[in-house]
């Protein structure tokens, strides 16, 4: 089992930047790929950034890439997601997610394990 609690979002300017945390508690974090999921009011959850259990494979969304960077640090058991040029297109709320594999996947329905969300909202 898993359990994973996010934090690290709120409110910013377009333009700016935050950091997503995620903290994951068990012994197998590390065995896990993990990922990055976003919902805006009124559509479907959307995959955000992926990344392998060592971190040596990354995979973003086009609508995010060049902009936010996934990133992870298994000693913590934490996984980030740093999140640069932010627009308004970027307000939801933003899951951590882990799927029972090592390696990268990009569909949500892969996922089994999920956080609470944390809230993103980018003013124009």
């Known amino acids: 089992q898993v359990q994973l609690v996010e934090s690290g979002g709120g409110l910013v300017q377009a333009g700016g930047s935050l950091r997503l945390s995620c903290a994951a508690s068990?012994?197998?974090?590390?065995?896990?790929?993990m990922g990055w999921f976003r919902q805006a009011p009124g559509k479907e959850r959307e995959f955000v950034a992926a990344?392998?259990?060592?971190?040596?494979?990354?995979y973003y969304a086009d609508s995010v890439k060049g902009r936010f960077t996934i990133s992870r640090v298994n000693a913590k058991n934490t996984v980030y997601l740093q999140m640069n040029s932010l627009k308004p297109e970027d307000t939801a709320l933003y899951y951590c997610?882990?799927?029972?594999?090592?390696?990268?996947?990009?569909?949500?329905?892969?996922?089994?394990?999920w956080g609470q969300g944390t809230q993103v909202t980018v003013s124009s």
């Open positions: 990344i392998s259990w060592s971190g040596g494979s990354t």
């Open positions: 997610a882990a799927p029972p594999r090592r390696t990268v996947v990009t569909t949500k329905e892969a996922y089994v394990y």
């Open positions: 068990g012994r197998t974090f590390s065995s896990y790929a």
